[in-house]
Nanobody, 121 residues
Framework: QVELVESGGGLVQAGGSLRLSCVAS????????MRWHRQAPGKQRELVATVTSSSDANYADSVKGRFTVSRDNTKNMMLLQMNNLKPEDTAVYYCSAHVSLTSEGYAYTSWGQGTQVTVSS
């Protein structure tokens, strides 16, 4: 079983910055792809950023140039640096991780509980 815990959310004014972190704990063989998602009130959950185990990153068009995702594999941690925040970035942010539990490849996706980000205008 793998647990993901997000932190770093809060209230910030438009134009400000926040840094989210997601830490994995538990028993596993390897963490593969990690992702940040967000869900605003009344909207579907959307993918924000993806980072592979080799730190290749991809972003949603809405956050390109403002958000930066990174990983520290030694700490089983993923970060999301969010700059120039806009009111439309307000949402609950979730991390997910595709985790291999064994070397034979049994894997599943674990989700965190989410952290609230609120951007005031």
């Amino acid at each position: 079983q793998v647990e993901l815990v997000e932190s770093g959310g809060g209230l910030v004014q438009a134009g400000g910055s926040l840094r989210l972190s997601c830490v994995a704990s538990g028993s596993f063989f390897r963490i593969n792809v990690m992702r940040w998602h967000r869900q605003a009130p009344g909207k579907q959950r959307e993918l924000v950023a993806t980072v592979t185990s080799s730190s290749d990153a991809n972003y949603a068009d809405s956050v390109k140039g403002r958000f930066t995702v990174s990983r520290d594999n030694t700490k089983n941690m993923m970060l999301l640096q969010m700059n120039n925040l806009k009111p439309e970035d307000t949402a609950v942010y979730y991390c997910s991780a595709h985790v291999s539990l064994t070397s034979e490849g049994y894997a599943y996706t674990s989700w965190g509980q989410g952290t609230q980000v609120t951007v005031s205008s």
